[in-house]
């Protein structure tokens, strides 16, 4: 069995667990989960109090007794989930570190995030145990102590509810991406206010619902990583010549010769000698060190990517471009993904007549993505699609310009590939964690360099492939998105006071 052979059974395995998590992620399979007896026929309406009546907004902290060597429990606001109550309680630090300039809070408190967007994602949690009875955290957290006869997870998924966050958003001050839900709005806000026992069933009842919906979304979410290691392997057979069949191996089995990799990249490079319109005399590019490269199936060079594309710069943004009469559409790193253009933003910026030789981006350009303070962004690319003309590019876009007869989707796909990610960290790495690129280190990148009909039928391949998957990622994210739709419909028909409802049968 061929490398392809073993693809095509691993993706008909692969598409068979992904039908069967979709099968208990899909609408259906939830609404099943959502089989329901009415508990209470109608909930009689809870009285409305302020929050500060249920619950110490802010409390002060006693920082003083706690000793200054005592190991005490950390969290940032990354260790606190979005919309789905976690908290992670793994980090201690010495209190006498964190007794200044953090928020203090204890074991049962609610956390809520004051700052957007955390606020606007949900990011709040009831605290679990900490070390040694103390914790603390972020200083963008509300903390809410509940009181006598409000129950901790109560006031949590009230105060996590979307209607709540929705109408928070409203009130929140400050400046834009330092906008924040001032305390006093906290302290003020209303909750309906059950009876205690009455709040631990409400409770209980919500947990039931919520732990078949966690089950979907887990599943879902589980097809997620799949299609993600999925694309991972498409990408890696391909670059290494098993996702169809080579053109060396089409040669032997049909009697004939063909044009092999090194002889288009001779081919290539005699092209652009002949042509050659620069400043100063043509310089012959330089051969790969291939001695840490992987062996190429046969038929495949090696080359730099530079020997059969033009690596180009862009614009640089300053002041004296707002005084150039031409202005021209231009392309950011907003507006780059990894395979994906987003041009739904699309500034201008002034152009000088000379330059447009060099800025101008043509269809079937490539566009890399110069500096990312991400390992896993840094380098991330798409082709361009011409539809936006003229345009041009900022400097930290890098635009490769392919020789015609190499498609620039195989190139991509070695960039995108597990080995070409590989290659573009390690050059773009440096010691200051911000990692870079530059118009010489992509021209240095080394590209496996197949015949010119073997690109295109791992092309096509790849193509195939990937749209599947595109389709599955789409159906995944569309039940994702219901999961929670539910969960905050349930959220508000519980303290409205409309219907109480709980599950009848066992979650599948």
């Known amino acids: 069995m061929n490398g392809g052979e073993k693809l095509e059974q691993a993706e008909g395995s692969l598409e068979a667990r992904v039908s069967a998590s979709l099968a208990d992620g899909e609408a259906g399979r939830i609404t099943r989960h959502k089989s329901v007896e009415i508990l209470l026929d109608h909930l009689r309406p809870y009285p409305s109090m302020a929050i500060e009546d249920v619950a110490e907004v802010n409390p002060r902290a006693s920082k003083a007794l706690i000793p200054e060597d005592l190991p005490v429990s950390f969290v940032p606001m990354t260790a606190v989930g979005a919309a789905d109550g976690s908290i992670l309680v793994k980090e201690t630090r010495p209190a006498g570190e964190v007794k200044k300039g953090f928020t203090a809070f204890l074991e049962g408190d609610v956390l809520f995030a004051k700052i957007t967007p955390c606020m606007e994602n949900g990011k709040m949690a009831v605290v679990p145990a900490l070390e040694n009875g103390y914790g603390f955290g972020s200083t963008e957290f509300h903390v809410l102590r509940p009181k006598s006869g409000m129950d901790a997870k109560y006031l949590y998924y009230y105060v996590s509810s979307q209607a709540f966050r929705s109408e928070a958003e409203r009130y929140m001050t400050g400046a834009v991406g330092q906008r924040r839900v001032p305390t006093t709005y906290i302290k003020e806000c209303k909750i309906p206010v059950a009876p205690p026992d009455q709040q631990k069933r409400i409770v209980a009842e919500i947990e039931k619902q919520f732990s078949c919906l966690d089950e979907a979304v887990a599943n879902l979410k ?189 190139v991509m796909i070695w960039l995108m590939s597990p080995d070409g990610r590989n290659h573009v960290r390690d050059v773009a790495s440096s010691t200051s964690g911000l990692y870079t690129l530059s118009v010489g280190k992509v021209s240095d990148l080394p590209i496996p360099l197949p015949p010119v009909n073997e690109q295109r039928r791992i092309i096509a391949e790849v193509d195939r492939r990937l749209s599947i998957i595109r389709e599955t990622e789409a159906q995944v994210e569309a039940n994702l998105q219901r999961a929670e739709r539910m969960r905050q419909a349930f959220l508000s028909s519980v303290f409205s006071g409309r219907l109480v409802t709980r599950i009848r049968g066992q979650c599948a």
Not at 387 to 393: E, F, Q, T
């Open 222 to 410: 589980r097809v997620k990583a799949n299609l993600k290691r999925y694309k991972a392997a498409v990408l890696k057979a391909a670059v290494e010549g098993r996702l169809v069949e080579t053109e060396a191996e089409l040669a032997r089995r049909e009697g004939r010769s063909y044009e092999t990799g090194e002889q288009l990249l001779q081919r290539i490079l005699e092209t652009r000698r002949s042509q050659w319109r620069g400043k100063g005399k043509y310089k012959e590019p330089a051969a790969p060190d291939t001695t840490d490269l992987p062996e190429l199936p046969d038929g495949w060079v090696w080359a730099l990517l530079g020997s059969f594309g033009d690596v180009i710069g862009g614009l640089t943004k300053n002041p004296k471009r707002a005084t150039l009469q031409k202005k021209l559409p231009y392309l950011r790193v907003a507006n780059v993904y990894a395979n994906e253009l987003r041009l739904d933003e699309i500034e201008e910026i002034g152009v000088a007549d000379c330059e447009l030789e060099k800025l101008l981006v043509h269809k079937g350009d490539l566009l890399i993505v110069e500096g990312n303070g991400s390992p896993d962004q840094i380098g991330r690319l798409a082709i361009w699609d011409g539809s936006i003309a003229p345009c041009v590019h900022q400097n930290h876009l890098i635009k490769v310009r392919l020789h015609r007869e190499c498609a620039p989707e195989w």
